[in-house]
T-cell receptor, first 111, second 111 residues
């Protein structure tokens, strides 16, 4: 158990809908990262927040957004969902940056 | 550019050593990682090596880094059935933000 929690574990929704994925980092970790894992693209970095501020951005679509709250939990919002957004979404957290600890993931299925 | 390459499959007999190889392109990478993903689970940080090191040993795991050839390897001694998983090689160009992952090597243990 890495200490990073993610909810929900599974999510099934229809195209065009909007969903919110939630992540609670390890106690004391200020950085939160979001990654997408799909069969064709592999593991892709989406975005990083540090203590409430956006720190780095990767291959995140404009339909996706994230935020980190004062209690350091983070949410990833996915809107206008398409079939191709079906994937595993991982959250990771770190205190020192180079050691990222991953949550169990949220499996999103868009039908 | 940033790219990490690794072979997709490796089969090893139980009790033998497994060697998983990886090449990366970003010569400025400060940290290089090995993550393990078991079926239906998140990513577990196995070990990492700082770019000014050549080797790191941690129990049954040995990481070798050839910075000149941008080649990283993970050796698992005395491979057990519990080592069956997908192993991801990854690099972090700056060490404090995104991690770039390879596609993963699926390690299969033969009885």
């Amino acid at each position: 158990d890495s200490g990073v929690t993610q909810t929900p574990k599974h999510l099934i929704t229809a195209t065009g809908q909007r969903v919110t994925l939630r992540c609670s980092p390890r106690s004391g970790d200020l950085s939160v990262y979001w990654y997408q894992q799909s069969l064709d693209q592999g593991l892709q970095f989406l975005i990083q927040y540090y203590n409430g501020e956006e720190r780095a951005k990767g291959n995140i679509l404009e339909r996706f957004s994230a935020q980190q709250f004062p209690d350091l939990h983070s949410e990833l919002n996915l809107s206008s969902l398409e079939l191709g957004d079906s994937a595993l979404y991982f959250c990771a957290s770190s205190v020192q940056g180079h050691e990222q600890y991953f949550g169990p993931g949220t499996r999103l299925t868009v039908t | 550019g940033e790219d990490v390459e690794q072979s997709l499959f490796l089969s090893v007999r139980e009790g033998d050593s497994s060697v998983i190889n990886c090449t990366y392109t970003d010569s400025s990478s400060t940290y290089l990682y090995w993550y393990k993903q078991e079926p239906g689970a998140g990513l577990q940080l196995l070990t990492y090596i700082f770019s000014n090191m050549d080797m790191k040993q941690d129990q049954r795991l040995t990481v070798l880094l050839n910075k000149k050839d941008k080649h990283l390897s993970l050796r698992i001694a005395d491979t057990q059935t519990g080592d069956s998983a997908i192993y991801f090689c990854a690099e972090s160009p700056r060490g404090d933000d995104k991690i770039i992952f390879g596609k993963g090597t699926r390690l299969h243990i033969l009885p």
